[in-house]
C-alpha cells in the first residue's frame, strides 16, 4: 500500500478529480490532505535549495518566512475554510482521502472544536503547524490537544517553528501515546543529539522532495529506521511532488520491506486501517 501522507489542498490536489487522477496515476492508494495556507490552484514552483543554505538550516529560514505570510486574516480565514472543503472531499472519496484537521491552538475551546469533529467530520488526525499558528509546546492547550488526540487514537502531524519547539517536543515526547509526525525532517540533527530522549511515538515526514535531500533521509534512516519514517509529498509546493517523493524512496539503497514501510506500512499502522 503506498499513502501519500502529508498534502494540501491544491495543485495536482486542487479537487477530487485532480486527487484522484494523480492517485491513480502514480500508483498511490490514498493521500492525507489538509488545506493550503492560500488559494493554489497550480503548483507553487520551488527552486533548488541554495547552495549556502545546509538542508539542517534551510528549515529554519523558511519557517521564518512562513511566520511572517501567515499574519494576514485572509490566510486564516482560508484555512478554516478549507478544513470544510477537505472534509467534503475526503466524504466523496470512498476512502483514498483522510482527512488530518488543521487546528489553530490559539483558537478559544480549541479541544471542544477538535472534539466536535471527530464526531461529526470523522477526522482521522490533528495538522499543528508552529509557524503558521504560534503556540508553545509546553502550553496547557497543546497538552489537552495531545491528550484528546491520544484518547481518540488519532496522530497527530506538527509542523515545528523553533529549536526550542524541537527541544520541547522531544522532552514532551514521552508523555503522551499518541503518534506525534514532525514534518519535513525539521530540526533532525536535534532529535539525533537527544537520540536518548527521543520517544518511540516520534515518527519523521520527508516531503516535500525539492527541499529534502538523499542525504538527510539516509541520515535519518541511520539513526531512527525506516521504522519511523512517513512518506508525503507537501503537494502542491513543488511540482509532481508525489511522482518525484515515490521515485526517490523507490530509488534509496535500503531493502525492499523498508521501502514500502516508508511508502506507506508505517503510515497504515499508525492510523490503524
Known sequence: MIID???HLGGEYRNLPAILETLDATGTDMVVLCPADAPRNRPMPLPDPPVKVPGKELSWLINRFLRQASRSRSRQQHIEQGNREVYEIARASNGRVIQF??????????ADDIRSKISSWQIKGIKLHQSCHPFRINSTVFAEVTEL???EELPVFIHPHSKRDVEDLIAFSGTVKTPLIVGHLIGLEIFISMKERTAENIFFDISCPPLISDERIYLALKEFGAG???MGSDTPYGKNNTRHIIERVNNLKISQREKE?????NLKNILRI
Not at 484537521?101 to 480549541?110: E, G, N, S, T
Not at 514501510?261 to 506500512?265: A, D, F, V, Y
Open 228 to 230: 519511523r519514517l512517513v
Open 101 to 110: 484537521y488543521w487546528a489553530d491552538l490559539r483558537q478559544k475551546q480549541i
Open 5 to 7: 501522507g502529508h498534502a
Open 149 to 151: 488526540a491520544a484518547a
Open 261 to 265: 514501510m516508508i511508502l506507506g506500512s
